[in-house]
């Protein structure tokens, strides 16, 4: 009985096969061919651009075919085909068929998202070889300057919003911890990312709280073949190193991703006069699992784990240690055109002192998130109506309170959203969202509007969103000795900032040309920040008067057959505060990114030669001269500068990618090192160089 068993099972499989090649009869090798009815089930085509792909049984099957740089395309077989089934794809030269869900919290295609999205794909990670995301979005994104605040931490300026008011997520969810009100962004590797989207301003009322600026999602890539290892490593100037590994693993129901890094680079004694003479050396661990089993056709559940460390050389005689474990539990199911998602995620983390001599490990701050979510998307026609809820417990235990103490907060809130789409041309989206902070007893509705409509070769978008911030708990409850010059406190009474943001945009699209410009205007009321309190001797947290960030971004693509392609993004960003508020702007006023390459690929070569380069104007500002007035200061222009990168990405052999770079090209050196100034200390060298040992065997 066994044997017949076997022989019945072994008749009813089939197996389809064919090629895969672009609209010029070129293999793409490489190429991931999917079963729709079936999502464990996968292959790469080879080199030849050849795939076989086994299926279990002559029931009717929906074959995916997806490349990076093409449009994706799909082919129903009907029952038994012995024909080869071949894929002749056409190149996606713009990106605009990628699939986005920041913008929208559903699934849209870039070309038909009402809200403004901006996705670096997981070709353009490759090709700008970032270790982080800082280095991503800056290299890509203008408006966006990362600079240095006290001891040498991490700022975020984003067209005049910081830290605490842009929200980064990986896969939707929050991120715990931050210091000087900026998360940690070297835990936002880039190893095992597919893709980044970025919605300024406009996304807030379906996120909550901290995403007045804007939001970016990190997501992360999926195991696409039956198994495949990633090795990869870089050097550089400064005795910088990286050392990765991926493996990833798509068998039946069964699918994972693991992924581990290790970065180091030694301290660098500056030459210059400065602010500061030298930059910290630093190392950092960083393992990811991601697990995704799919035990019904209609069930999904993944489940993830992380862990990443950091370590900072600030002094001589102790270290700075960073850690965070993460990890959650998500379960999505469909039925009918509907369907039904709840997860559940868990984030920690931690700071501590480290004393090499004595070897004691002193832990002083632990931000500790629970989340659990619920979304449900119910289809009627061409719409979607979504609602959806969150709960967080969001404990926070630190040096800066009062004996090291502990507070906990909660928040809850609930949102819905509905995408209209009366005709192709035309789509709308509205929603509407309510947050609930229980120590802060902030209530908040925020509503938001997208509006779509597309004629020949342009598309129109229009948009309003109303965001807010509620006060963090240090913000409430902080008692700082700062180096005891002055002390800090936090102030119970704050209320929450809130924002209207305004957006319009235009969008042209033509073969391989594409040109967006866009015009925003938000308003913030009580803007949260600290000021000199008399009666305490020391600064408070308090809220400010309301400020105005209005500006224009705009961004021209293009791209041609024979391999050349260019970008050319700028923003201009005015951030009018009212004089006599305890705050100043360092926002540039003009900055711009440019790319321009030229790349080719044949059967067992190929390359990608690209030049990067950002500008960021000179800015002139007010610079406090004294903590206990804001009346005294003193007028500060902090120069424009350029800074350009030179890479050349070879495809050497079934697998092996060597990149070499050469950055700050023309050699660019600060007069004199600022906060907000690059830490470069003239043209520097890297090589990297990627294996995947799964291509050997193709």
């Given at each position: 009985?066994?044997?017949?068993?076997?022989?019945?099972?072994?008749?009813?499989?089939?197996?389809?096969?064919?090629?895969?090649?672009?609209?010029?009869?070129?293999?793409?090798?490489?190429?991931?061919?999917?079963?729709?009815?079936?999502?464990?089930?996968?292959?790469?085509?080879?080199?030849?651009?050849?795939?076989?792909?086994?299926?279990?049984?002559?029931?009717?099957?929906?074959?995916?075919?997806?490349?990076?740089?093409?449009?994706?395309?799909?082919?129903?077989?009907?029952?038994?085909?012995?024909?080869?089934?071949?894929?002749?794809?056409?190149?996606?030269?713009?990106?605009?068929?990628?699939?986005?869900?920041?913008?929208?919290?559903?699934?849209?295609?870039?070309?038909?998202?009402?809200?403004?999205?901006?996705?670096?794909?997981?070709?353009?990670?490759?090709?700008?070889?970032?270790?982080?995301?800082?280095?991503?979005?800056?290299?890509?994104?203008?408006?966006?300057?990362?600079?240095?605040?006290?001891?040498?931490?991490?700022?975020?300026?984003?067209?005049?919003?910081?830290?605490?008011?842009?929200?980064?997520?990986?896969?939707?969810?929050?991120?715990?911890?931050?210091?000087?009100?900026?998360?940690?962004?070297?835990?936002?590797?880039?190893?095992?990312?597919?893709?980044?989207?970025?919605?300024?301003?406009?996304?807030?009322?379906?996120?909550?709280?901290?995403?007045?600026?804007?939001?970016?999602?990190?997501?992360?890539?999926?195991?696409?073949?039956?198994?495949?290892?990633?090795?990869?490593?870089?050097?550089?100037?400064?005795?910088?190193?990286?050392?990765?590994?991926?493996?990833?693993?798509?068998?039946?129901?069964?699918?994972?991703?693991?992924?581990?890094?290790?970065?180091?680079?030694?301290?660098?004694?500056?030459?210059?006069?400065?602010?500061?003479?030298?930059?910290?050396?630093?190392?950092?661990?960083?393992?990811?699992?991601?697990?995704?089993?799919?035990?019904?056709?209609?069930?999904?559940?993944?489940?993830?784990?992380?862990?990443?460390?950091?370590?900072?050389?600030?002094?001589?005689?102790?270290?700075?240690?960073?850690?965070?474990?993460?990890?959650?539990?998500?379960?999505?199911?469909?039925?009918?055109?509907?369907?039904?998602?709840?997860?559940?995620?868990?984030?920690?983390?931690?700071?501590?002192?480290?004393?090499?001599?004595?070897?004691?490990?002193?832990?002083?701050?632990?931000?500790?998130?629970?989340?659990?979510?619920?979304?449900?998307?119910?289809?009627?026609?061409?719409?979607?109506?979504?609602?959806?809820?969150?709960?967080?417990?969001?404990?926070?235990?630190?040096?800066?309170?009062?004996?090291?103490?502990?507070?906990?907060?909660?928040?809850?809130?609930?949102?819905?959203?509905?995408?209209?789409?009366?005709?192709?041309?035309?789509?709308?989206?509205?929603?509407?969202?309510?947050?609930?902070?229980?120590?802060?007893?902030?209530?908040?509705?925020?509503?938001?509007?997208?509006?779509?409509?597309k004629f020949n070769n342009c598309s129109l978008r229009g948009s309003y969103a109303g965001g807010f911030r509620a006060p963090t708990l240090k913000e409430m409850y902080m008692n700082f000795d700062m180096a005891s010059i002055f002390m800090i406190y936090g102030n119970k009474n704050l209320k929450a900032e809130s924002s209207h943001n305004f957006s319009l945009s235009a969008e042209y699209i033509k073969g391989r040309y594409?040109?967006?410009?866009?015009?925003?205007?938000?308003?913030?009321?009580?803007?949260?920040?600290?000021?000199?309190?008399?009666?305490?001797?020391?600064?408070?947290?308090?809220?400010?008067?309301?400020?105005?960030?209005?500006?224009?971004?705009?961004?021209?693509?293009?791209?041609?057959?024979?391999?050349?392609?260019?970008?050319?993004?700028?923003?201009?960003?005015?951030?009018?505060?009212?004089?006599?508020?305890?705050?100043?702007?360092?926002?540039?006023?003009?900055?711009?990114?440019?790319?321009?390459?030229?790349?080719?690929?044949?059967?067992?070569?190929?390359?990608?030669?690209?030049?990067?380069?950002?500008?960021?104007?000179?800015?002139?500002?007010?610079?406090?001269?004294?903590?206990?007035?804001?009346?005294?200061?003193?007028?500060?222009?902090?120069?424009?500068?350029?800074?350009?990168?030179?890479?050349?990405?070879?495809?050497?052999?079934?697998?092996?990618?060597?990149?070499?770079?050469?950055?700050?090209?023309?050699?660019?050196?600060?007069?004199?090192?600022?906060?907000?100034?690059?830490?470069?200390?003239?043209?520097?060298?890297?090589?990297?160089?990627?294996?995947?040992?799964?291509?050997?065997?193709?």
């Amino acid at each position: 009985m066994l044997c017949m068993l076997s022989v019945v099972e072994t008749y009813a499989q089939r197996i389809v096969s064919g090629t895969v090649a672009d609209t010029g009869n070129n293999p793409l090798a490489g190429a991931v061919v999917t079963v729709k009815e079936l999502p464990a089930i996968g292959v790469s085509a080879d080199g030849d651009g050849i795939y076989s792909i086994t299926l279990p049984d002559n029931k009717k099957y929906t074959l995916q075919v997806s490349y990076i740089g093409y449009i994706p395309q799909i082919k129903v077989l009907e029952g038994k085909h012995s024909e080869p089934v071949d894929f002749f794809m056409v190149q996606d030269a713009l990106n605009l068929n990628t699939v986005v869900v920041t913008g929208t919290r559903t699934p849209k295609l870039l070309k038909d998202a009402p809200i403004v999205t901006r996705v670096l794909t997981q070709n353009d990670i490759k090709k700008a070889d970032a270790t982080h995301i800082g280095d991503l979005l800056q290299s890509e994104l203008p408006g966006i300057e990362f600079s240095y605040s006290m001891n040498q931490q991490t700022s975020l300026n984003m067209q005049g919003f910081g830290g605490n008011s842009v929200l980064f997520l990986v896969d939707g969810e929050r991120l715990a911890g931050e210091t000087l009100d900026n998360i940690d962004y070297s835990r936002l590797n880039m190893d095992n990312v597919g893709r980044v989207e970025i919605v300024k301003g406009a996304a807030s009322s379906l996120y909550g709280s901290n995403a007045v600026g804007g939001v970016v999602n990190v997501i992360s890539r999926d195991a696409k073949e039956p198994w495949s290892v990633n090795l990869n490593t870089r050097f550089g100037a400064n005795n910088s190193r990286r050392y990765g590994v991926s493996v990833g693993v798509n068998q039946g129901i069964v699918q994972s991703m693991t992924n581990v890094q290790h970065t180091a680079v030694d301290a660098v004694n500056l030459q210059g006069d400065g602010d500061y003479s030298k930059i910290y050396g630093s190392k950092t661990w960083s393992v990811k699992e991601r697990f995704v089993i799919t035990p019904l056709e209609k069930l999904k559940i993944t489940a993830r784990a992380g862990y990443f460390f950091r370590e900072r050389n600030s002094s001589e005689v102790s270290k700075e240690r960073y850690r965070d474990f993460n990890g959650g539990l998500k379960g999505n199911y469909k039925f009918g055109a509907n369907d039904l998602e709840l997860s559940y995620s868990f984030d920690q983390y931690d700071k501590s002192d480290y004393q090499p001599l004595s070897r004691t490990d002193v832990r002083d701050y632990s931000n500790v998130q629970h989340t659990v979510r619920g979304i449900y998307n119910h289809e009627i026609g061409d719409n979607i109506l979504t609602v959806g809820g969150d709960f967080m417990r969001d404990y926070l235990m630190s040096y800066q309170f009062t004996d090291g103490g502990s507070y906990t907060q909660y928040t809850t809130d609930a949102f819905a959203q509905f995408d209209w789409n009366p005709t192709k041309r035309f789509n709308i989206i509205t929603g509407l969202r309510f947050d609930h902070f229980s120590e802060a007893d902030v209530k908040h509705f925020s509503p938001k509007l997208g509006i779509m409509y597309k004629f020949n070769n342009c598309s129109l978008r229009g948009s309003y969103a109303g965001g807010f911030r509620a006060p963090t708990l240090k913000e409430m409850y902080m008692n700082f000795d700062m180096a005891s010059i002055f002390m800090i406190y936090g102030n119970k009474n704050l209320k929450a900032e809130s924002s209207h943001n305004f957006s319009l945009s235009a969008e042209y699209i033509k073969g391989r040309y594409n040109l967006t410009v866009t015009g925003f205007y938000n308003i913030v009321d009580n803007r949260i920040t600290t000021a000199w309190n008399d009666d305490l001797k020391g600064m408070v947290y308090t809220n400010m008067a309301n400020l105005k960030v209005y500006g224009v971004d705009a961004n021209a693509v293009a791209k041609f057959p024979c391999g050349i392609s260019a970008r050319l993004s700028y923003a201009y960003t005015h951030e009018h505060i009212k004089k006599g508020e305890p705050l100043t702007s360092s926002t540039r006023p003009h900055t711009a990114t440019a790319r321009v390459e030229y790349g080719k690929n044949w059967k067992d070569y190929g390359f990608n030669l690209s030049l990067n380069g950002r500008f960021l104007s000179r800015v002139t500002t007010d610079v406090y001269t004294s903590t206990t007035s804001y009346e005294e200061t003193e007028r500060q222009t902090y120069p424009a500068y350029t800074i350009w990168k030179l890479s050349l990405s070879n495809r050497i052999w079934k697998g092996i990618n060597l990149t070499l770079t050469v950055d700050n090209l023309f050699n660019y050196v600060p007069s004199y090192y600022y906060s907000n100034s690059p830490s470069t200390t003239g043209t520097t060298f890297m090589a990297g160089l990627s294996v995947n040992i799964e291509d050997f065997f193709k």
